[in-house]
């Protein structure tokens, strides 16, 4: 939030962010596959 005060470049704040929702959804991926896997291990 401190970069809405202050001008500043767009696409570097733009690029983290995106890196960070991949990184999350990416992440939150592996959890429900891996919690899946554990519940109906006989299906996979």
């Known amino acids: 939030m401190a970069q809405t ?3 500043s470049p767009v696409w ?7 890196a960070e929702t991949v ?3 990416f992440t939150a991926l592996v ?3 891996v919690g899946y896997v554990r519940k109906y ?3 996979v």
């Open 41 to 43: 291990s006989e299906v």
């Open 12 to 18: 570097p704040m733009l690029l983290a962010r995106t």
């Open 5 to 7: 005060v202050k001008a």
């Open 31 to 33: 959890v429900i596959a």
């Open 23 to 25: 990184i999350g959804a």
